[in-house]
């Protein structure tokens, strides 16, 4: 009997431990200067203790290698990954392992381009390996503060990010995978509301998107 406890208390710390290891906080977007300057004065002052990086099997070989971030760039130990050159040169708010989106052996990846305006509206960007080169699979309009390492303050920043938990959505993704081929983002819909959008993935392209539920109640209501 007290075996039989044992093995089950071992088993349920061991799942609270996943747990908490799934929702452990990304590292946050630091040690770029963004300030009331112009933003062409803006600079990347990232080091090798703050750039991103993540791991993952990204060409789908079966075996591991770490992206870097850099100003302009992703890159990998992997010689046989060619860069993904970013289209800008402040790095990225962001860098996730989103996993096997399509089934097909390799890891997909999401970021979000650091931009050099005012704007808080900005992309998800989910990428993809193929053939050699990275590809973008799809994009999702957002606000910045909805980056899953933002710290959101004010109310109409927490909402995605208080949706998401509610939900049981992972904190640490942009997005939900359903199965092999089929997923959920969410994104900033046309009525300026947040919904809920799928994406059937097909041969490394995005070969269906739809509107789902709206998510974000009307102000009025």
């Given at each position: 009997?007290?075996?039989?406890?044992?093995?089950?208390?071992?088993?349920?710390?061991?799942?609270?431990?996943?747990?908490?290891?799934?929702?452990?906080?990304?590292?946050?977007?630091?040690?770029?200067?963004?300030?009331?300057?112009?933003?062409?004065?803006?600079?990347?002052?990232?080091?090798?203790?703050?750039?991103?990086?993540?791991?993952?099997?990204?060409?789908?070989?079966?075996?591991?290698?770490?992206?870097?971030?850099?100003?302009?760039?992703?890159?990998?130990?992997?010689?046989?990954?060619?860069?993904?050159?970013?289209?800008?040169?402040?790095?990225?708010?962001?860098?996730?392992?989103?996993?096997?989106?399509?089934?097909?052996?390799?890891?997909?990846?999401?970021?979000?381009?650091?931009n050099r305006d005012y704007s808080n509206?900005?992309?998800?960007?989910?990428?993809?390996?193929?053939?050699?080169?990275?590809?973008?699979?799809?994009?999702?309009?957002?606000?910045?503060?909805?980056?899953?390492?933002?710290?959101?303050?004010?109310?109409?920043?927490?909402?995605?990010?208080?949706?998401?938990?509610?939900?049981?959505?992972?904190?640490?993704?942009?997005v939900l995978k359903v199965c092999d081929?089929?997923?959920?983002?969410?994104?900033?819909?046309?009525?300026?509301?947040?919904?809920?959008?799928h994406v059937k993935l097909v041969d490394?392209?995005?070969?269906?998107?739809?509107?789902?539920?709206?998510?974000?109640?009307?102000?009025?209501?």
């Open positions: 009997m007290r075996k039989g406890l044992y093995i089950l208390l071992i088993a349920i710390c061991s799942l609270q431990f996943v747990a908490k290891a799934q929702q452990e906080e990304l590292k946050p977007w630091i040690d770029v200067v963004m300030d009331e300057r112009d933003p062409s004065q803006w600079k990347w002052n990232k080091t090798d203790a703050s750039r991103f990086t993540i791991r993952g099997d990204f060409d789908g070989d079966g075996f591991s290698e770490n992206l870097y971030e850099t100003a302009t760039s992703i890159f990998s130990d992997n010689d046989e990954l060619t860069p993904l050159k970013l289209a800008g040169d402040l790095g990225v708010y962001f860098l996730i392992n989103e996993g096997d989106l399509d089934g097909d052996g390799g890891d997909e990846i999401s970021f979000m381009i650091v509206l900005n992309y998800f960007r989910i990428w993809t390996y193929k053939d050699t080169k990275w590809k973008e699979l799809f994009s999702v309009f957002v606000h910045e503060y909805d980056c899953p390492n933002y710290k959101a303050t004010r109310p109409e920043e927490k909402f995605t990010h208080q949706w998401k938990r509610k939900n049981g959505y992972n904190m640490n993704k942009v081929g089929v997923v959920d983002v969410i994104g900033f819909h046309p009525c300026e509301r947040y919904a809920i959008e490394k392209t995005s070969a269906k998107r739809e509107w789902g539920v709206i998510i974000q109640p009307r102000e009025e209501e």
